[in-house]
């Protein structure tokens, strides 16, 4: 009996790598959010029945998300006659389709999430992100796809990083491709460049206070100063940036020859808004080569129903996080000064972290799943994020290496090795192994047991390599906030939102979502710190009356705030030629 389950198949498999496949997109209920998605494929008329699935998660973002929750009016048919189709679990329908030859399954999706991760359509324009919007059919993943889109009347185009074989008719390698390349159809604003030989083109999502000749120069300043340190463009039909211009939100997502950015439509007038656009812009660029190519070995071939486990997301997106500062630094954005403040900041953020010494980088990582995209209040005393503690470990590997080559050799080299080595030898991926064995060679020193504690230690870490390369680091204690709890100030109400562990307000038995009420009788009026300001209370101890769950209580509270340190970098007056040597390297 097993054997025969195995000859079956390996038999379905290799009649599906011969059959054909279409997705064809349409907008008949667009007022209501929905596109329409038929597929029509060819097959063996031996084959009894056809899967049909919906992703769960996304590459990139690492969380099930469960797509098939919009999936709506699902049915088949081979020409005029219907076929039966049943559900068989919370994201695959079955189609019972012996004998017949050509199947049609089409199915609507309801999209109304403007998301990097999600769909949405309405009358102005569609947004089909691919796990969200296309289903996989299970045997038929490695077949050219036909994509055919059937748009409204007064849209004007269709933009995706695929091949063109007509309007609105295009053509994918296989699902893959599909779901890993965004479309738009609708009426937009687009720009081109062309970086290293490839066309680029920016489409606005949205409207906003953009200036497209301004967007093309920065867009194109970013491209031209990351393709210098992998000296490889990688081949497309094109590569798009998908710019979502709203009211709220951000974030970016990357893909194989695309990315995804949301910004809030007036952020362009704002400078100090505007370069982290653009450093959120360098980041989901970098990923070009970074994950996309040269990548964690776990992170593809994906499945797309469960979790695809790492312990290397602070390669991933911590190093990625490493260079979209540096970027901007290089390519003439910011100042020297500027850029060390950037760095700084993320020290003092992992320092102030009390979940540094509980989580390490690796646990981070692989916990990404139900951790860092599923917080709670107790969070920042528990856990770490791994795009932080992964530019820091970017951070001082960059000094090791720069010290151990004479200032010859930085990251630069190694993600270049790196990228040279595994992805365009065979377009494997790497191993932590790997990483480490490629550091050793490149550095001529040992440093495995460095690389071991920065990614499966905990609490905090030595930047003291950074002074012996040029940089002095100052560090300022002060008064963080009251009490050692995070509270929230709206519509005349203050609510905890989280408590350190080891705070006073810990120790008196407060905790996230109480309402507080008054300090020694007194209303708290404002937000707390600035309460605190203005009462000046001199006791030990404070009487602090909360509201819980609709009972007043109150608790004594011991009159002392959180300490916080603040971590400053500035290159030393003095340095030597080594030092300046390897500055420059690092940072021009």
């Known amino acids: 009996m097993k054997k025969l389950s195995i000859l079956f198949f390996f038999t379905l498999i ?3 790598i011969m059959a054909q496949i279409s997705y064809q997109v349409s907008f008949p209920r667009w007022n209501n959010h929905y596109a329409s998605i038929t597929i029509e494929l060819i097959k063996d008329p031996k084959i009894k029945e056809l899967r049909f699935s919906m992703p769960t998660w996304t590459p990139g973002s690492y969380k099930i998300r469960e797509f098939s929750r919009n999936i709506d009016k699902v049915y088949a048919e081979s020409g005029d006659k219907s076929l039966f189709v049943s559900k068989e679990d919370k994201n695959t329908w079955v189609v019972a389709c012996e004998d017949f030859k050509e199947v049609s399954f089409t199915y609507n999706v309801f999209c109304f999430e403007q998301s990097v991760r999600e769909s949405y359509v309405d009358g102005e324009y569609a947004f089909l992100h691919g796990p969200s919007a296309f289903m996989l059919v299970e045997g038929f993943e490695h077949n050219e796809i036909d994509l055919q889109i059937k748009p409204l009347r007064h849209w004007s185009s269709a933009h995706i990083a695929a091949k063109e074989l007509g309007p609105y008719n295009f053509s994918l390698p296989n699902y893959d491709d599909l779901a890993d390349a965004p479309l738009a159809i609708g009426n937009f604003d687009t720009v081109q460049y062309q ?10 999502l949205g409207k906003g206070n953009y200036k497209l000749a301004q967007i093309r120069r920065d867009f194109k300043t970013i491209s031209d100063e990351q393709y210098k340190l992998f000296n490889d463009q990688p081949a497309g039909p094109i590569y798009i940036h998908f710019v979502y211009n709203v009211d709220n939100g951000g974030g970016g ?3 194989k020859n695309s990315q995804t950015s949301m910004v809030n439509r007036f952020a362009y007038a704002n400078r100090n808004k505007y370069l982290g656009f653009l450093r959120l812009i360098a980041h989901e660029y970098f990923h070009l080569w970074n994950v996309k190519r040269l990548r964690p070995i776990e992170l593809g071939p994906f499945d797309y129903h469960n979790e695809n486990y790492t312990e290397l997301l602070w390669f991933a997106e911590g190093f990625t996080s490493f260079y979209d500062k540096l970027t901007i630094h290089r390519a003439g954005f910011t100042s020297r000064s500027d850029y060390l403040r950037q760095v700084a900041g993320q ?3 992992y320092e102030n972290t009390p979940g540094k010494n509980v989580m390490s980088l690796a646990h981070s990582s692989k916990n990404a799943w139900v951790k860092l995209y599923n917080p709670n209040r107790d969070s920042k005393n528990t856990n770490i994020s791994y795009y932080n503690k992964g530019m820091l470990l970017a951070l001082l590997l960059n000094a090791h290496i720069l010290k151990a080559t004479n200032g010859e050799k930085s990251l630069d080299n190694l993600m270049y090795e790196l990228y040279w080595d595994t992805y365009k030898k065979d377009g494997a991926g790497f191993t932590f192994q790997t990483f480490v064995n490629t550091v050793n060679k490149l550095t001529g020193i040992d440093l495995t047991k460095a690389i071991d504690q920065w990614v499966y230690g905990k609490g905090s870490l030595d930047y003291t390599i950074l002074e012996e390369i040029g940089l002095k680091i100052s560090i300022q204690e002060r008064q963080g906030v009251p009490f050692g709890m995070q509270t929230q100030y709206s519509g005349g109400i203050t609510k905890i939102v989280s408590i350190a562990y080891g705070s006073s307000a810990m120790k008196a038995g407060l905790s996230a979502n109480d309402e507080l009420i008054a300090i020694n009788g007194y209303r ?6 600035d309460f605190i ?4 209370p001199r006791e030990n101890l404070l009487e602090l009356s909360f509201q819980r769950d609709g009972r007043m209580m109150s608790v004594l509270l011991t009159n002392q705030s959180a300490k916080e340190f603040r971590y400053m970098l500035s290159v030393k007056k003095e340095i030597s030629d080594f030092q300046e040597k390897a500055l420059r390297k690092w940072m021009p």
């Open 347 to 349: 020290i003092s953020s």
């Open 195 to 204: 970086s290293a030989g490839l066309t680029h083109c920016v489409v606005m």
């Open 253 to 255: 997502l990357e893909h």
């Open 14 to 16: 290799s009649q599906a």
């Open 533 to 536: 300001k203005t009462m000046k």
């Open 524 to 529: 708290i009026n404002q937000s707390l710190p």
